[in-house]
């Protein structure tokens, strides 16, 4: 499994209209094939930045799956008016903990 990472900065005063649109597009990405956990947390601190972790089979079950799919579309015309600036992606091979 690998674990996509993106830090979320949300346009001033969108937070919860960004939050309602998430619960909106979450259906999009469990629909795909290699998903496997979603979670979406906001900083403790700081309104507007949300962390974005995402369980998948492997990199090619996102980048040429999700992202190559109808229901990215659908996710990004939900989504992406909020980011400011867009975010990048970080992949994340296994827990070093994990046994």
Known sequence: ?????????VRPGEAEAFQAAM??????????????SIELRPAAEQPELFL???GWDDIAS???GFRGSDRYKAWSDILHR??????SITYFGASLFDA
């Open 23 to 36: 619960r909106e597009a979450k259906p999009l990405i469990e629909a795909s094939p290699g998903f496997r």
């Open 52 to 54: 974005l972790l995402v």
């Open 1 to 9: 499994m690998v674990l996509e990472h993106a830090l979320l900065h």
């Open 82 to 87: 909020f980011y400011e600036p867009m975010p």
């Open 62 to 64: 996102h980048r040429d």
